[in-house]
């Protein structure tokens, strides 16, 4: 009777402090988008339109044909 007693308390110490660690991992990386919040985030359209919002961006085929890479971010 004792002995698991003795046993099960280790185990939930162990439990909460890996749940205490997963917070604190979430919360870090919660905090470090947080920092980031003023630049436009990967894979979206304010980060796309950041080059191709540009209307001088054009790709030069292997053909030598020039490619508008333009994106009006009006439509
Ligand atoms: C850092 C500037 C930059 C950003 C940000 C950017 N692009 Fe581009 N994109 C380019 C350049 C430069 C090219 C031409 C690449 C080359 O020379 O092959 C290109 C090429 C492309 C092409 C190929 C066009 C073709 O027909 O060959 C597509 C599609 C494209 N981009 C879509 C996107 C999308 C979708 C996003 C957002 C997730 C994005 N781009 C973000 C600069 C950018």
Known sequence: MSKTRLLRLPAGLIF?????LLAAIL???FSIRQ???DEP???T???CLSCHGKSDLSLT???GETLSL???PRC
């Open 16 to 20: 909460a402090g890996s749940l205490a």
């Open 27 to 29: 919360l870090a990386a």
């Open 35 to 37: 920092a980031h919040a």
């Open 41 to 43: 985030a990967q894979q």
């Open 45 to 47: 359209e304010a980060y």
């Open 61 to 63: 085929l292997p053909d």
């Open 70 to 72: 333009y994106i009006s």
